[in-house]
């Protein structure tokens, strides 16, 4: 039914057996789009990241995604299946931006070596980007997997910014340790996950982020922020 639709997804979800191993992701695809008006609204949006890559890209992203698709945490979910598609956001930033030769950069075989996520070229310009997903607290993570009453407000604690400082900290070292040249530009792509599930007051929290992302970015670093519009997880 939505398969012509949303035809990288499904790619995907023919990486698994048919029918979908217990425990996989996937289970029910076409019932659940169906019956699920903000399931397929988050697709449709995927979809879309996903339709922006080139084929050696797709290929490079699918590689490291077919893992991802049976490995649920036990209190997270699927959320590093997640963070890995958010991914094609940050590829999809530097080919809007004017880069050419974007593209996935394979993770090292060395046990401990990290590497960034992608690289490109821009006017001569060797330029790397590092993604990072701040996901919501364990607190929230918890309530959630145990269907607990939680409470929102439109402020953000200490600890997210405390997050955020430490990935912006390890993607320097990240691409340092991959590239030392001091010409080259250092992206980091950071996708939002507040605990408001409706992302409620994001807006809110973006003008809180703004007032203290300068004092915790380290030098040399560019900072591009994504975040959902208000009550992006409403039911439409």
């Not at 990486?15 to 996937?26: E, N």
């Not at 590689?63 to 991802?68: E, F, V």
């Not at 090292?108 to 996901?135: F, H, M, W, Y």
């Not at 809180?208 to 040399?220: A, K, R």
Request: aromatic share 8%; glycine share 6%; with cysteine.
């Amino acid at each position: 039914m939505f398969r012509k639709e949303l035809p990288r997804i499904y790619e995907l979800r023919d990486l698994l057996p048919d029918p979908v191993p217990l425990g996989a992701y996937f289970q029910n695809l076409e019932e659940s789009l169906a019956r699920i008006p903000q399931k397929l609204k988050q697709f449709r949006d995927i979809e879309r990241d996903l339709e922006g890559l080139d084929p050696e890209a797709w290929e490079a992203l699918k590689s490291d995604l077919k893992p991802l698709l049976a490995a649920k945490h036990p209190t997270r979910g699927w959320q590093s299946l997640f963070d890995k598609l958010n991914e094609a956001k940050a590829y999809n930033y530097l080919k809007n931006a004017g880069c050419s030769d974007v593209r996935f950069i394979p993770r090292s075989k060395i046990s401990g070596q990290r590497t960034p996520d992608l690289s490109a070229s821009k006017g001569g310009t060797k330029t790397l980007c590092e993604v990072k997903t701040i996901n919501h607290s364990e607190v929230e993570a918890t309530r959630r997997h145990n269907g607990g009453v939680g409470a929102v407000t439109d402020r953000l604690e200490q600890g997210f910014f405390d997050k955020l400082s430490a990935d912006l900290k390890n993607a320097k070292s990240q691409m340092l340790a991959y590239d030392t040249d001091a010409s080259t530009r250092r992206i980091v792509y950071v996708i939002l996950n507040f605990d408001d599930h409706l992302h409620e007051y994001s807006d809110r929290y973006r003008e809180q982020i703004d007032e203290q992302l300068s004092s915790c970015t380290p030098d040399g670093l560019e900072v591009v922020l994504e975040s959902k519009p208000p009550f992006y997880g409403a039911m439409i």
